[in-house]
Structures are given as structure tokens and as C-alpha cells.
T-cell receptor
Framework: AQKITQTQPGMFVQEKEAVTLDCTYD???????LFWYKQPSSGEMIFLIY??????QNATEGRYSLNFQKARKSANLVISASQLGDSAMYFC?????????????FGSGTKLNVKP | GAVVSQHPSWVICKSGTSVKIECRSL??????MFWYRQFPKQSLMLMAT?????????EQGVEKDKFLINHASLTLSTLTVTSAHPEDSSFYIC??????????????FGDGTRLSIL
């Protein structure tokens, strides 16, 4: 089974509107972390936001917030007030395991296009 | 914040040559480094995990003799694509993590290397 599933290969959003990028995950490890990364066309990976499996509140970082629904195993990224510079690939990732043996798993990504 | 430098950013070479890609952690000690490969419009695929001073752990399906990984110091890991062929053309990206793994530590990524084999 896939560890991370992103079901939206592409999304369009109007500038200044909010958009939700979906992510579901699969793990039996009670301790895990969920991450979102942005990858512009230039290729570099930019860390956006983190949610720990034991965190009670949803993570927020500026215009980014993570809608964490543990029972549903979903960790959707919400971008508020979209900007043209938000156009990029977005990857959801999960860290499971402990110590030096933990691994990151990436979803297939969602291509976000922000329209002016 | 933590910085990972990857070099070169772009390389074009002839089939049959070997290509070395460097990944350096500039302001922290990276006890673990990861090497990923990304095909166009696809996700990152983990190739191998390297811990400083020990042999790399390769993911299933990744040829150890083809992709040589050396993690000789706490700030440097190298990936050598040996006898590269056109099918090895891809985007390679490294990431690094410091020793004590806290829950909210993201991996820090290099900017990637675009490898084109003619």
C-alpha cells in the first residue's frame, strides 16, 4: 500500500482565494510526522509546514495551515490568499520510524496553478 | 536555517562517463544523508540512505554498483553515477538530517542536480 497518497495531480485556484491540497497517509507507527514541501520549477524543495502525530492542534505557518484529521489519516494543506508565486508542485511527506532508521515517504505531488 | 549545498546543479556528459555529485551540509553536522531521484513530473524516489562512516543502505531496485555513495564526513556525502547511460538522466536531489532526530525536524534538501547523459 502507498504510504502517502495525493489524489489531485493538478489544481487551479484564482489569485487571492484559498485552496486545499489533499493528502492521506498510511502507517501503523503511533509516532510519525507529516510534512509539506513546495517544489518550484527550478527544482529545489522548500519546507512549508510540519504536523506531529501527537500534536493536538493543527499546525499553521503564515498563509499555510495543515488540516490534520488523525482518525481519517489525512493531512490536507490549506493555502489562504493564494499568490502567483504559489504556483508550484506540492509534496506531502511522512516520517515514520525512530532514530537513524526512520524514512521519509513522499506523495506523488500536486501541481498548483494560481490564475491572475 | 540549515543549509544543504549540492553541486553541480546541472551536468551534461557523454554516455559511459562517471559523474560525481556532492552534497554538503553547510551549518550543521549531517549524520544521515539521503539521495533521491526524481523523474519529470513525478515524486521523489528514495535511492539510498547513508550514515556517516558506514555503508549506505540502498532501496530495493537501486543498483549499488551503479550508484556509489560515500559519506566520509559529517558534512559531505557524494553520489557517483558510474558508467552513466541516457536512462540515468534524471534530477537527483540530496537531503540531510542532523543526528538527534526530533519530531519536527524536516529534512533539509539541496537544490538538486539535473543530469543529462547524451
Amino acid at each position: 500500500a502507498q504510504k502517502i497518497t495525493q489524489t489531485q495531480p493538478g489544481m487551479f485556484v484564482q489569485e487571492k482565494e484559498a485552496v486545499t491540497l489533499d493528502c492521506t497517509y498510511d502507517t501503523s507507527d503511533p509516532s510519525y510526522g507529516l510534512f509539506w514541501y513546495k517544489q518550484p520549477s527550478s527544482g529545489e524543495m522548500i519546507f512549508l509546514i510540519y504536523q506531529g502525530s501527537y500534536d493536538q492542534q493543527n499546525a499553521t505557518e503564515g498563509r499555510y495551515s495543515l488540516n490534520f484529521q488523525k482518525a481519517r489519516k489525512s493531512a490536507n494543506l490549506v493555502i489562504s490568499a493564494s499568490q502567483l508565486g504559489d504556483s508550484a508542485m506540492y509534496f506531502c511527506a511522512m516520517r515514520e520510524g525512530r532514530g537513524n532508521f526512520n524514512k521519509f515517504y513522499f506523495g506523488s505531488g500536486t501541481k498548483l496553478n494560481v490564475k491572475p | 536555517g540549515a543549509v544543504v549545498s549540492q553541486h553541480p546543479s546541472w551536468v551534461i556528459c557523454k554516455s559511459g562517463t562517471s559523474v560525481k555529485i556532492e552534497c554538503r551540509s553547510l551549518d550543521f553536522q549531517a549524520t544521515t544523508m539521503f539521495w533521491y531521484r526524481q523523474f519529470p513530473k513525478q515524486s521523489l524516489m528514495l535511492m539510498a540512505t547513508s550514515n556517516e562512516g558506514s555503508k549506505a543502505t540502498y532501496e530495493q531496485g537501486v543498483e549499488k554498483d551503479k550508484f556509489l555513495i560515500n559519506h566520509a564526513s559529517l558534512t559531505l556525502s557524494t553520489l557517483t553515477v558510474t558508467s552513466a547511460h541516457p536512462e540515468d538522466s534524471s534530477f537527483y536531489i540530496c537531503s540531510a538530517r542532523s543526528g538527534q532526530v526530533l519530531g519536527n525536524q524536516p529534512q533539509h534538501f539541496g537544490d538538486g542536480t539535473r543530469l543529462s547523459i547524451l
